[in-house]
């Protein structure tokens, strides 16, 4: 897509998140089944039906503005996942075949984190070109997962402060 003024702009970065959250809901089950800590098994279980949702956000904004999703991948957050993916395969040198459980789930939780962020930016750009454009609808429902991000990222934040870190050191 050549990019030449704001509304292309917005299109684009729709569908960037569009791929974005495509990649997640495939991702998200392979780090319920790697973990076997009850609360983070439950807050990835919850993201995934909140993460279909926000899909579906966004199919909506797309049929407003008489676009499709496209078919491209992100790419920024196919690497979070890729890097995430392979605590989960110890793929890397430095990740022992033996990685202590709680190591394991502090480390998801720093990927789950890093993939939260990417999003927190992301819709938060999003939000501010429907602004822009004047398109208060779709700058609401875009400010809606924006706010679903931020709590995910709270969550991670609490279990990883109240239990996983402590049980990894």
């Not at 993916?85 to 939780?109: C, G, H, P, Q, T």
């Not at 999003?119 to 454009?133: D, F, H, P």
């Not at 429902?141 to 990894?168: F, G, M």
């Amino acid at each position: 897509m050549a990019i030449s003024n704001l509304r292309e702009l917005y299109i684009y970065e729709l569908q960037d998140l569009y791929s974005a959250e495509s990649q997640i809901i495939d991702a998200l089950p392979k780090m319920v089944e790697a973990t076997d800590d009850a609360m983070l098994k439950r807050a990835f279980e919850k993201h995934l039906e909140v993460t279909k949702e926000q899909k579906k956000r966004l199919e909506r904004i797309f049929s407003q503005l008489n676009e499709n999703p496209g078919n491209g991948t992100c790419e920024g957050i196919r690497g979070i996942i890729k890097e995430g993916e392979s605590f989960i395969k110890k793929e890397k040198s430095f990740f022992r075949e033996d990685i202590d459980k709680d190591v394991l789930n502090a480390a998801l939780i720093g990927s789950a984190q890093r993939v939260e962020h990417y999003e927190i930016s992301a819709y938060g750009t999003a939000r501010t070109y429907a602004n822009r454009l004047g398109l208060p609808e779709q700058a609401a429902l875009l400010q809606k997962t924006l706010e679903e991000e931020v709590e995910a990222d709270r969550e991670l934040t609490n279990i990883a402060e109240t239990s996983i870190n402590a049980e990894a050191a």
